[in-house]
């Protein structure tokens, strides 16, 4: 988080590499990031809690929560998830018969 930050960074063209190589790099970068990721959640964002997990254990958060959490509006969360889902053709919003909800 701290290099998105620097003022000799351009942090859109960082935001895009770690997104490519989260999708895309290969398996060890791909977990040291999704690693790092959670932590950088953890740290940014101390309320924002999964709300479910995915069949293949990936946290699932509630939109209305991360668009508070963001300062955005409802709407404009669920557009970025569309157009991110879009973009990767990777699924990322799911029905809660679709998750297994915490205990």
């Known amino acids: ?9 351009d942090s859109k063209i960082w935001a895009e590499a770690v997104e490519w190589l989260l ?15 959670g932590h950088a959640m953890k740290e940014n964002f101390p309320d924002l809690v999964p709300t479910a997990f995915t069949a293949d254990g990936e946290p699932c958060y509630n939109v209305a ?8 509006s409802e709407e ?3 557009e970025i998830i569309a157009e991110k889902e879009r973009q990767h053709g990777i699924r990322q919003l799911f029905d809660d018969q679709e998750t297994s909800k915490l205990q």
């Open 1 to 9: 988080m701290e290099i998105l930050q620097h003022p000799t960074v």
């Open 23 to 37: 999708l895309y790099g290969p398996p060890q970068v791909r977990e040291l990031l999704q690693q790092a990721s």
């Open 65 to 72: 929560d991360l668009a508070r959490s963001l300062g955005i």
């Open 76 to 78: 404009e969360a669920a």
